[in-house]
């Protein structure tokens, strides 16, 4: 078993002061493999503490001195990459070839494109060329808590840590509690690169404990949240009482629309997508919606890509779906899929249960529901597991009502070999992205990635990333020759 029950608090590896002892579960064996602490009340004040003094001389620094940091972070991340892959593989249950690939790449994507951004990115500007005395600051907000998920872990760490270090901020990282061995490896890397000490503390937790202590504490000057919209309604809530700036980035129930003159692999390609990373994705096409012309054909095809998605375990090599995150999630998918068949949902594919030949392990059979209607369960709440509800539609304006008839509004997807008609319907969908005709964002090449409604608030990535870590501040009478 192996102990991980170390923060990382001002620049050195602390045992905890108030911790609990957390076990950190495969979910392809359901075996602990090794043991975190969940940190108390004492040991958040002692990380916001350290963040707190470190901020008036970090905040200072220049640009080309946070360049420099997040270069040398960069070249570390690189040469222990495998190690990364590993991590994430054994403790959410990512394929490894998922784990070294896209799960760790998109990591370094964020950092290289976070580097590229600060490059030209201009802390003082003046306000226009009409008003030479009138000068723009952008200044780092202050100490800001970073709450993290675990199912892209490294992708939601990068965005955050990485942008929180190039605005000039200080942080408190409270990673996900089932993907927190990821997060220790990344502090590593920080310590390694040598970053000045309190810049970057990591102290493990859960949303209960550690999340809503950084959330109410009074020197947090900030919270950046990843993860369901009902955690980010108790943290803005938290928030209130200290006025500190909450960014969201929420749940999904990304719509997929297929007109009629879609391509071939239209729905094959949407299908799968929405199995990638066994479902486990906010942004994920779970709502299929066909036109009738279209439709039985769509069924077929989509029974088709769900029979031929291969599901095993995370440590074998391959295109396959690994298991869910833990029991809890398991359990719920299994609850959601109960739900869609007791309310007449048409099961085409997959259905309760585990996939034939893995009976351990948090393994779901890649699902999917024909003639939903958009009142049910399935097609209503955001499941987090490779279940996909379809529906049809007759017109365009009925497609983008039910696209839009959601709480959510992260991403959609349009498939129309028309362009005229894809720059329209793309134009009135309510959600912070849209993909259209298999062109999914490379989600780190500073793209904004965030939402509309309950989906969030804010955006993560690019020059809107580094933004969201800055205040703004306007400086009257400025003598320009200074």
Not at 35 to 49: E, F, H, K
């Amino acid at each position: 078993m192996r102990d991980a029950r170390k923060f990382y608090i001002n620049g050195s590896w602390v045992d905890p002061v108030d911790g609990t002892d957390h076990a950190i579960v495969n979910p392809s064996n359901e075996e602990a493999y090794a043991t975190i602490s969940l940190g108390g009340q004492a040991d958040t004040d002692a990380a916001v503490a350290a963040a707190k003094s470190a901020f008036a001389s970090w905040s200072n620094t220049s640009k080309a001195e946070r360049i420099k940091y997040l270069n040398k972070i960069l070249e570390i991340y690189i040469s222990r990459s495998k190690e990364m892959g590993l991590a994430q593989s054994e403790e959410m249950g990512a394929p490894i070839d998922l784990g070294e690939g896209l799960q760790t790449v998109i990591g370094q994507v964020h950092i290289e494109a976070f580097i590229k951004t600060l490059e030209t990115f201009e802390f003082e500007r003046p306000l226009s060329a009409d008003a030479p005395n009138d000068r723009i600051f952008y200044e780092p907000v202050g100490v800001c808590g970073l709450i993290t998920p675990w199912n892209w872990p490294m992708n939601q760490v990068t965005l955050k840590v990485i942008a929180a270090i190039a605005a000039g901020c200080t942080m408190v990282l409270k990673p996900s509690e089932e993907s927190p061995i990821s997060a220790l490896l990344f502090a590593e890397y920080v310590d390694e690169a040598g970053l000045p000490a309190g810049v970057f503390n990591l102290v493990n937790g859960d949303g209960a404990g550690v999340g809503s202590q950084l959330s109410a504490h009074q020197d947090v000057d900030m919270i950046s949240f990843t993860g369901s919209t009902r955690a980010g309604k108790l943290i803005t809530k938290s928030a209130a009482d200290t006025i500190k700036r909450v960014t969201l980035e929420l749940g999904g129930k990304g719509a997929n629309i297929i007109f009629e003159d879609a391509d071939d692999e239209a729905v094959a390609r949407g299908a799968t997508h929405c199995f990638d990373n066994t479902g486990q994705s906010c942004n994920a096409p779970t709502r299929m919606l066909v036109h009738r012309s279209r439709y039985d054909r769509a069924v077929e095809e989509a029974k088709a890509a769900a029979e031929a998605q291969k599901v095993n375990l995370a440590s074998e090599r391959g295109t396959h779906i690994g298991p869910l995150v833990n029991e809890a999630q398991f359990n719920k998918v299994q609850d959601m899929i109960a739900a869609g068949i007791k309310e007449g949902a048409k099961l085409i594919a997959g259905g309760p249960g585990r996939p034939e030949g893995l009976n351990r392990g948090y393994f779901v059979r890649p699902t999917v529901f024909a003639d939903c209607t958009n009142e049910m369960t399935v097609m209503r709440d955001e499941i987090f597991g490779p279940v996909l509800s379809m529906m049809s539609f007759e017109t365009e304006e009925e497609a983008i009502a039910l696209a839009n008839d959601t709480p959510y509004g992260l991403t959609n997807y349009v498939q129309t070999q028309d362009p005229v008609r894809a720059n329209r319907v793309a134009k009135q969908l309510r959600s912070g992205m849209v993909e259209m005709n298999g062109n999914f964002r490379s989600a780190g090449e500073g793209c904004p990635f965030g939402g509309y409604k309950q989906s969030g608030n804010g955006r993560e990535g690019g020059v809107w990333g580094i933004e969201e870590f800055l205040e703004v501040k306007e400086v009257g009478g400025w003598n320009p020759e200074s």
